[in-house]
């Protein structure tokens, strides 16, 4: 089995479920023979927070990329990011680093298109949401993408920088997502909604959810463990 490293801290809740996850996800598989080799390289969140809200994107690459070569120089062989946001500079860092990551935007992407889906929503950071970095691999496979209105957008990424980075879930935060995606159905005809921010997960599942949930982590970490075990 390869050795899996992971681009932690971004943030560490959803850092947490992507290590429990490979843990026993791969314990099963293997009938309880096996558990991963993992490395964690995790980032100080504040710091690559600011480098991406100042749009200071070189900075946060090679920030990224010194985190990379570490888990590689370690001997990892299965390499991704646990954040979607940190997409933003994703072919920067394969170039830099000729290390081929696993994608969340595109494990997401092979996923919708697997349930044939045409018409999906968009929920995460604000960067996530109003640029195309997790949007672009869903438009080439001929799936329309859509997000909330501004003043929906910034509610969304408020609750998740305030809350659900400090893993805080509150259920009126569940009761406004619920709305906005009940909106969101009504205007576009949405099938599913994209859980574009690896927090989302501690708040909305298939069971609170308007329409079916295309959660990125268990669709990375999917990815991941196939990858890990080819």
Request: include cysteine.
């Amino acid at each position: 089995m390869k050795k899996i490293g992971l681009i932690g801290g971004t943030g560490p809740e959803s850092t947490l479920m992507y290590y429990k996850e490979l843990n026993t996800r791969i314990d099963e598989a293997t009938d309880g023979k096996h558990m991963p080799d993992i490395a964690i390289e995790s980032v100080d969140f504040r710091r690559a927070w600011d480098y991406v809200t100042n749009k200071q994107y070189d900075l946060l690459a090679d920030y990224l990329c010194e985190k990379i070569n570490c888990l590689k120089s370690g001997g990892a062989e299965v390499i991704s990011l646990t954040a979607a946001t940190m997409h933003i500079v994703y072919d920067e860092l394969v170039r830099k680093t000729d290390t081929s990551l696993i994608s969340i935007p595109k494990a997401v992407s092979k996923e919708a298109a697997a349930r044939g889906y045409k018409k999906v929503g968009l929920f995460g950071t604000i960067f996530t949401m109003e640029q195309d970095y997790m949007k672009k691999d869903l438009c080439d496979a001929d799936i329309e993408v859509f997000i909330p209105d501004k003043e929906d957008r910034e509610l969304i990424a408020k609750r998740i920088f305030e809350e659900l980075e400090a893993g805080i879930v509150k259920e009126s935060t569940l009761t406004e997502f619920q709305k906005i995606i009940g909106k969101m159905q009504d205007r576009y005809g949405i099938e599913a909604l994209v859980l574009g921010c690896t927090e989302l997960p501690l708040i909305l599942n298939d069971s609170n959810c308007p329409v079916p949930c295309l959660d990125s982590v268990k669709i990375h970490i999917r990815e991941l463990i196939d990858q890990a075990m080819s």
